[in-house]
């Protein structure tokens, strides 16, 4: 038993020494929202007004924490040395939950914490979030789907683009989250 438990302990050090500089990314990406909901006080939902975002689903190539560069439309290479704190599909989720909650009137509640309340759900797909070589842009392409009960299910696609000066992650990050607010912000309009 001391044997075992010695060899998890250690196989546990050795996972953890990557996060510390070992081998991993000196530095992690983020999005950040251009609007946050201020601490105000508390906020009850009007009939109609609550909201739930779920995680977008993806395709493998967003699976993961690496920045995708669509070389074309068959290669996706990923960008060196650019690395997200999380799945791009999560910081989406997240930057579009803060962004509804500062521009509208709808009470937002993150589904992980609660998943009883009926209400509007935002879902949809992350179809791009990464670099355009060929046209020099950071490019994120969201389908969002709006269920809200009792009616139709809509659907919308959005896409921004920002040019990016080279193919660094000092470059292309600010340029994706400038380019992921402007999709947020246009999906905030869409909902009304």
Not at 86 to 114: G, K, M
Not at 131 to 148: I, K, W
Request: with cysteine; aromatic share 6%.
């Amino acid at each position: 038993m001391g044997r075992r438990l010695f060899l998890v302990l250690g196989a546990a050090a050795l996972g953890l020494s990557g996060c510390f500089g070992g081998g991993g990314p000196s530095e992690l990406l983020t999005l950040t929202p251009t609007q946050s909901r201020t601490a105000t006080g508390p906020r009850a939902a009007a009939e109609g007004r609550l909201i739930t975002v779920t995680t977008p689903s993806a395709p493998h190539a967003l699976n993961n924490n690496r920045v995708p560069v669509y070389v074309s439309d068959t290669i996706i290479q990923y960008l060196k040395d650019a690395y997200w704190v999380d799945e791009p599909a999560e910081l989406f989720r997240n930057l579009l939950s803060e962004t509804i909650a500062a521009q509208t009137s709808y009470v937002v509640i993150d589904p992980a914490l609660y998943t009883q309340a009926a209400g509007t759900t935002v879902s949809g797909q992350m179809l791009r979030f990464g670099l355009d070589p060929t046209r020099m842009e950071a490019v994120v392409q969201f389908e969002a789907a709006v269920s809200r009960p009792n009616q139709p299910v809509l659907t919308n696609r959005f896409e921004a683009r920002v040019p990016v000066a080279e193919a660094t992650r000092a470059a292309v990050a600010p340029a994706l989250n400038a380019a992921a607010n402007q999709v947020a912000a246009e999906v905030t309009a869409w909902l009304g």
